[in-house]
T-cell receptor, first 112, second 114 residues
């Protein structure tokens, strides 16, 4: 069975500082890993994905994530946080064209 | 990128009535669509997989007679919440895969049952 863990319910960071939102996964076979962002009362917006290739994946809005197979992690990062980055972030996994399994979400709060 | 729409975005209904939610892939065809449910401050939970031309596949614990799914065409799937009750109040989100690895999500439908 596939699963995703986001160990932090809430991450607070000052504007301009780097941010990290953690994600670990469990899946049999090769994982397809995703990050999505959700603003209040809105659907999910795709940020980035890892399927294969370079472990460092760059995505939308300056976000990036690093796939670490040995640690089964796929942490989301951004070098300099913006107040507008404040939202709910979901890590997800699947095995190709199958339903996504989501983590519980991490609320990011960027403080000016 | 690909666009998935949902209608309505928000609906309020009385207990015992039925509500239909539409999910459309606007610029691509989707033989499969997924329906998720999200409770406040919680993650998305898969309810069912909608398959064009065949019956939907429901996740364990989801009542198929209560949550009717019809995948009428390659661009439209509908979720009907029958005899809705207050505990059905939630945020319902659909998604459609494009290609082998990326899913595009609709904006969600906020259902409130009074």
């Amino acid at each position: 069975a596939q699963s995703v863990a986001q160990p932090e319910d809430q991450v607070n960071v000052a504007e301009g500082n780097p941010l990290t939102v953690k994600c670990t996964y469990s899946v049999s076979g090769n994982p397809y890993l995703f990050w999505y962002v959700q603003y209040p009362n809105r659907g999910l917006q795709f940020l980035l994905k890892y399927i294969t290739g370079d472990n460092l994946v760059k995505g939308s809005y300056g976000f990036e994530a690093e796939f670490n197979k040995s640690q089964t992690s796929f942490h989301l990062k951004k070098p300099s946080a913006l107040v507008s980055d404040s939202a709910l972030y979901f890590c997800a996994v699947n095995s190709g064209n199958t339903p996504l399994v989501f983590g519980k979400g991490t609320r990011l709060s960027v403080i000016a | 990128g690909a666009v998935v729409s949902q209608h309505p975005s928000r609906v309020i209904c009385k207990s015992g009535t039925s509500v239909k939610i539409e999910c459309r892939s606007l610029d691509f065809q989707a033989t499969t669509m997924f329906w998720y449910r999200q409770f406040p401050k919680q993650s998305l939970m898969l309810m069912a997989t909608s398959n064009e031309g065949s019956k939907a596949t429901y996740e364990q614990g989801v009542e198929k007679d209560k949550f009717l799914i019809n995948h009428a065409s390659l661009t439209l799937s509908t979720l009907t919440v029958t005899s809705a009750h207050p505990e059905d109040s939630s945020f319902y989100i659909c998604s459609a895969p494009l290609g082998l690895d990326t899913q595009y999500f609709g904006p969600g439908t906020r259902l409130t049952v009074l």
